[in-house]
């Protein structure tokens, strides 16, 4: 009998001892991924980066972080002042309302950054006239933008100076809070009834927060040579943007009268670096 001939097809069977294992290869784990927030924008990588086959271009610097800077406690403003409505006209109610001559006070409270020399004569300032023409929105938004004029120094007239100063800002009535600090309105508040209840009258001794840019205007000279020099002590409220934190009273009655004002003035110094 012929002997079968292996097909060429056929696997040779080699001992045991002499199979030979395939060589694996393990791919490169990939690079962690950096976790981010959907639709974030992923960080910028270091050093130039190619846009569109162009030139390089360099990577992006980080943001600085976004404050108010540091703010210093100069002095407080108390004033008493008089409310007259005038009557509703476009999109809400106009007021007016007047600050009461010799009842407008400033004090040094402690804490205060101002130089010790001049708390004196800024502690001696009373307000001698004043006015605003405060609009109030259907939505119960007051707009104040009160100009003063406070009397420093003595008692002589030589001794004194006048100093302009400008009150700007908003206030929200839905804010408004009773002599105890308890809301006057819920939250959330239907808009149409803060301006009703206010046409109506709050309870006497409500109070509305306030925060108001405040701004001085101090003359480089006067005509006599004694209150230039009042002025030179005074200069650094001129060369100050100050801002006003604090309070409106309202005295009751319809049309929420404004009583007094009360106002912690603070000098906002710029961000360090800021551009």
């Known amino acids: 009998m012929t002997p ?98 010799d009842k407008g006070a400033l004090s040094c409270l402690p804490g205060s950054m101002l130089p010790l020399e001049i708390r004196p004569l800024v502690e001696s300032a009373r307000i001698v006239s004043g006015s605003d023409w405060a609009f109030v929105s259907e939505l119960g938004i007051v707009d104040f933008d009160s100009r003063v004029t406070a009397r420093l120094g003595g008692d002589k007239p030589e001794d004194q100076c006048l100093l302009a100063g400008r009150f700007r800002g908003r206030a929200d009535l839905a804010k408004a809070r009773s002599a105890t600090g308890t809301p006057i309105f819920p939250d959330p508040v239907d808009r149409s009834t803060v301006v009703n209840r206010w046409k109506a009258g709050l309870p006497e001794k409500t109070y509305i927060p306030l925060v108001l840019a405040v701004t001085f205007e101090v003359p480089l000279e006067d005509f006599d040579k004694s209150q230039t020099n009042l002025y030179d002590q005074i200069r650094v409220l001129g060369e100050s943007l100050l801002i006003g934190s604090g309070s409106a009273e309202l005295r009751g009655g319809p049309y929420g009268g404004v009583g007094e004002i009360k106002l912690d003035l603070f000098s906002v110094e710029p961000t360090e670096g800021a551009r």
Do not use: H, K, N
Not at 51 to 73: M, N, S
Not at 94 to 101: G, I, K, L, N, Q
């Open 4 to 101: 079968a001939v292996p097909s060429p097809r056929a696997r040779a069977v080699l001992p045991e001892s002499e199979v030979v294992e395939p060589v694996r290869r393990t791919p490169p784990a990939p690079a962690p991924a950096q976790a981010r927030s959907p639709g974030a924008t992923p960080a910028p990588t270091s050093g130039p980066v190619a846009v569109g086959g162009g030139a390089a271009t360099p990577a992006a610097t980080p943001e600085r972080p976004r404050t108010l800077g540091q703010a210093r406690y100069f002095f407080t403003l108390t004033t008493s002042t008089q409310q007259r409505p005038v009557g509703e006209m476009q999109g809400g109610y106009r007021v007016d309302f007047d600050y009461w001559r």
